[in-house]
């Protein structure tokens, strides 16, 4: 069976250990119907290393993912590379340590929050309803100093 995120601690070298490859879209256990959804394999290169109570993970993730646009409710495709991934995950018994929990949810956390069609980056194209909708405007009435009482006079008056 494949495992490559379940790491024997017994066997990590000094140095720490580099492990790179690819996990199927499946990795991420995405439901049906869910707004964001894998669509291509995780990549990884990571450098493993132990530092005291902790198994230190560095290095590059990158995924593809079909989202849906915040404003159009169309799906798009956008990459995510993580260039910089670092965690640390505590040691909490010798053996082996499984990452794929941390790795998963570090990966889709780095997700946009609110994806636009405009900002994905494998076929970059233009919303559909850009400028469709308008902004609302302002709705809070600005009050000018020295207006007479005002909210904190009113709970002054309560004491």
């Known amino acids: ?9 017994r066997s990590l070298p000094d140095g720490g250990k580099d492990i790179r490859g690819t996990e199927s879209a499946a990795f991420f256990e ?7 959804q894998a669509t291509g394999p995780l990549k990884y290169d990571l450098h493993l290393e132990r ?6 993970v560095t290095g590059r993730l990158e995924a593809v993912f ?9 799906r798009f495709e956008h990459r995510l590379v993580i260039e910089d991934y670092a965690t640390e995950i505590p040691i909490e018994e010798e053996g082996t340590i499984n990452l794929t929990d941390s790795i998963r949810e ?3 956390l ?11 980056n494998v076929h970059p194209r233009q919303c559909p309803a850009e400028g469709k909708f308008e902004r609302a405007p ?3 009435a600005v009050e ?7 909210v904190w006079d009113a709970l002054n008056q309560l004491n």
């Open 138 to 140: 302002e709705m809070v």
């Open 66 to 74: 079909s989202l849906e646009c915040g404003r159009c409710l169309e």
């Open 1 to 9: 069976m494949h495992r490559p995120f379940h790491i024997d601690l």
């Open 30 to 36: 995405m439901p049906e119907g869910d707004a964001a």
């Open 51 to 56: 530092d005291d109570g902790e198994i230190v």
């Open 110 to 120: 780095a997700l946009p929050s609110y994806p636009r069609c405009e900002d994905g």
């Open 106 to 108: 570090d990966t889709l």
């Open 144 to 150: 000018p100093e020295n207006s007479g009482r005002g």
